[in-house]
């Protein structure tokens, strides 16, 4: 097997750009992957914030200035995870250079500057393009996505996928940019965390009719840098009811983004009901995956039940991981990019691969939407 040997650059040092530098250093976990990756290059505005990737010795580039990383020819992919308003000019300028491009949600501060980068997608078809969603890749998640597909739901009766965190429950948390319009743009926590929500119902084939959006501010003003109160502009939650298809059946989809979850830290749910079956995962219980049936029960009859099965540790990309072994959140991480860089190496086939663009502007749509619903008070077409 000839196995490709890619170089990555990372511009935004912070969390997101930690994580993936690590599960980069777990490339040999993975089973016969085509690609090796090695982390080259990482820029950030902020010196210091560069100073954690001293770590990574194949690291041989740090610069203030991502331009230096779009000129450097052995750079083949970046990885891009900055404030949204930064999206359009930083990912069109990534594509431009030729580089393959793995982008953080959600892409693009609204749907016009979505659409500004696949205009740029489209002039260059030789930059791989990829948006951040990393919690399908969960066992469990993958095993209730199986299910759906194989038709064990029957006639869908209803759906939900949610991504609940609680970051933002202290009121005392000072403003960050995320808290900010000018920043994390108009749709606030559905920019944050939509496509969280949004990759597995859009990839189901269930793109929404309607929407009716439930939009909250519940912290208005938050702590400045110096103490004062600052306002915050954008939506704390977001819970929209939409009208979707399944197998030419309409039913209710909801789906939740909310940075206010009291009892939450960063779960993500997905949950599917048929009359013939159903079935639910939670990141809160990760081995965990519930399956909804009607069984004879000795002695009693035929009963309702929800089983209760462990996932264990094989996603998409077979690991060197023990099969009964637990998964957790640095492996959805490994597995994300583990099927970006098949994907652009022509290798995925019918694997369950990273979001696309154009699922990440039809989330900016269903965004749009959900805001012009909250302010008419009634649903909205998509």
Known sequence: MTVREVNVAIIGAGLMGREVAAAIQRWPALVDHP????LTAVCDIDVRAMDWFDRIESVTTK???YA??????????VYVAVRHDL??????DVIRAGKGLLAEKPFGIDVVAAEAIVDAMDEHPESFVRCSSEM?????????IDYVRSGALGRIVEARSSFLHSSDVDVRKPIGWKRQRAYCGE???MNDLGMHAWHVPLRLGWEPRSVYGVLQDIVSTRPDAHGAPAVCDTWDNAVLHCTAVHDGVEFPL???????????????????????????????NPKQVEIFATVDVPGTGV???????????QSVWPTVTGANFEFGFSDSILQMWAVYLAERDGALQMRFGAATPGEAVLTHRIFRAAIDSHEAGRAVDV
């Open 35 to 38: 690609v090796r990756p090695r």
């Open 136 to 144: 399908p890749f969960f066992p469990g998640a993958q095993m209730a």
């Open 87 to 92: 999206h359009e000019r930083i990912y069109t």
């Open 303 to 313: 009963e309702q039940v929800w089983q209760r099965i462990d996932s264990g540790s």
């Open 68 to 77: 230096d990383l779009l000129a450097d020819p052995a750079v083949d992919v």
């Open 63 to 65: 610069t203030t200035d």
């Open 254 to 284: 909801t789906t939740e983004t909310k940075r206010i979850a009291p009892g939450e830290k960063n779960t993500w749910v997905f949950e599917a009901i048929g009359l013939d079956g159903g079935v639910r995962f939670s990141s809160k």
């Open 187 to 189: 749709a606030g926590v």
